[in-house]
């Protein structure tokens, strides 16, 4: 190992010290001397290992309710004093300061008492100070020091003193300052935005668990994923998630958190091809699939439901690339299970951000998450004819397809069955073209089905379009100068009409 540097004193002071006990007691053996305060220096004692009190080495007592405990120049001169540099050898003798080569800490759970829903002034107490100043200096004096920054290091630390003991190459010690900075910069970020609330004065998102992908969107591009995956889906077969699975499964989960009753959900390239609600997972699925059968093969699966043993022999009958549910029967796992990539992931209940964002030219774009889900006291009925109950119900469940679809979208709906949809056009009319075009590739009949579209029509020439091949009631959000000639055609030709008043854009 090149520079290599033995470590003979360790300054340990932690919150978390599950899965310290092996660490301290291998730096027993290899005769470190360790340096601690209060509880940490109990739990060393407790292993039977002598520890030397920070108080008696700066001859001030832990004060200001244990805010002050480590603060002190015999505490930072020796961790920050240059081995290399005479002038800072011979201070650190005139002051009788100890090296310390070894600096473990970690930062009081910040994040999690946030969560918690703690009152401020319990909030506020668990700013660390201390630690942080700690976890920089060792850090930035890494040509000396090894600094372990939280409870996700002691293993890799652990691994390495049980390979060759208490002595680090100046690489080991730069990765570890590396991911100490990580920490450090995470935690301040963190605080940044408790105290920024909703303002978004600056722009600070911070990600741990890095995630390396085979690739990004293709091939010749690299991509990464930083998140806790774990935290939403347990994997449970197939091979490894890419960048365009996790595009797909993020529509997925968007567009599924829509619906309430049991649904069934098909997704392509984003956008769903297939949908429906109804009272089993193996009807939802059977009559998704007829929505359009051709996308469906290598696409993503979504349900909301249980999927059972009869369910998963029809759904066993395509290629898909990934499933999701939230539970599996055993039966249906052993069937799905039998292709060896397909991606089954079961989710777990999880809370996702209220923001979301994206790199943009020299920045990053950041909005709310449209979290709106239209109810029937939202529409107002613009139309000499009102709706049905049936055709509000399915105007709805066409909302709610539209706003997770690609704009300019137009969705065609009967019965709670998506039947067909035109995304990403360029034009609304060419959008309906296209899903009046799938409908009746399909085999559906029109008659009595709804059109939602995700902006308004300035000229009534797609209401035409889609009355004329009888669709019975649209919804659209409405806000044209130019909406009262949709409205005089669909009263001519007994159309209903209602808008929302809010448009469902997306790019």
């Known amino acids: 190992m090149s520079e290599t540097k033995k470590i003979k004193t360790a300054l340990v002071s932690v919150y978390h010290k599950e899965g310290l006990d092996e660490i301290i007691t291998k730096l027993h053996e290899e005769g470190v001397e360790f340096l601690s305060t209060g509880g940490t220096r109990q739990f060393i004692e407790s292993l039977g290992y002598p520890c030397k009190a920070v108080e008696d080495l700066t001859t001030y007592p832990s004060i200001l309710g244990g805010r002050v405990k480590t603060l002190h120049p015999k505490v930072f001169g020796g961790i920050l004093c240059r081995r290399g540099l005479e002038q800072d050898m011979q201070q650190i003798e005139k002051y009788e300061i100890p090296e310390i080569d070894l600096v473990i800490v970690d930062l009081y759970p910040f994040e999690a008492t946030v969560a918690s829903g703690a009152d401020e002034a319990s909030i506020i107490e668990k700013i660390d100070i201390g630690g942080i100043s700690l976890i920089r200096a060792a850090a930035k004096n890494f040509n000396d020091v090894v600094i372990i920054a939280s409870q996700a290091q002691y293993q890799p630390f652990r691994d390495m003193l049980m390979e060759h003991g208490a002595a680090t190459s100046i690489e080991e010690r730069r990765w570890f300052a590396k991911e100490a900075f990580a920490v450090s910069s995470h935690y301040d970020s963190a605080i940044f935005n408790y105290f920024d609330g909703e303002e978004g004065s600056a722009f600070r998102c911070s990600a741990n668990n890095q995630k390396t992908l085979r690739y990004g969107e293709n091939p010749h591009q690299k991509g990464y994923f930083y998140g806790n995956l774990e935290g939403m889906f347990d994997q449970i077969h197939g091979k490894e998630i890419s960048y365009n699975n996790l595009l797909d499964i993020n529509a997925a ?17 984003n956008n769903a091809c297939g949908l429906a609600s109804r009272p089993t997972v193996l009807e939802a699925w059977n009559d998704a699939l007829a929505g359009d059968p051709v996308s469906a093969f290598g696409g993503v699966l979504i349900t909301n439901g249980v999927i059972d ?17 939230p539970d599996y029967d055993v039966d249906a796992l052993e069937i799905l299970g039998q292709k060896k990539n397909r991606i089954i992931l079961v989710r777990k209940p999880t809370t996702l951000p209220k923001k979301q964002f994206r790199s943009l030219l020299n920045g990053v774009l950041v909005q709310d998450r449209d979290l709106n889900i239209e109810q029937p006291e939202d529409l107002k009925t613009v139309t000499t004819k009102a709706p049905t109950a049936q055709e509000i119900e399915d105007m709805l469940f066409a909302n709610k397809i539209v706003k997770n679809s690609k704009s300019n ?7 709670r069955q998506l039947l067909a949809s035109g995304i990403g056009q360029t034009s609304r009319v060419d959008a309906l073209k296209q899903a009046i075009e799938k409908a009746k590739n399909f085999g559906f009949d029109l008659k009595g089905a709804v059109m939602a579209s995700d902006a308004f029509f300035p000229f009534p020439d797609c209401v035409e379009i889609a009355g004329g091949e009888g669709v019975t009631a649209v919804i659209q959000p409405g806000g044209s100068i130019k909406d009262q000639l949709s409205f005089d055609y669909c009263n001519e030709h007994g159309i209903a009409m209602v808008t929302t008043g809010i448009r469902h854009f997306k790019h």
């Open 409 to 415: 979208a137009i969705v065609l709906v009967k019965g």
């Open 309 to 325: 043993k009869e369910a998963a022999e029809e759904i066993n009958k395509i290629f898909f690339e990934v499933i999701i549910a």
């Open 253 to 269: 989960v968007d567009l599924i958190d829509e619906f309430e009753d049991i649904t069934f959900a098909v997704l392509k390239h």
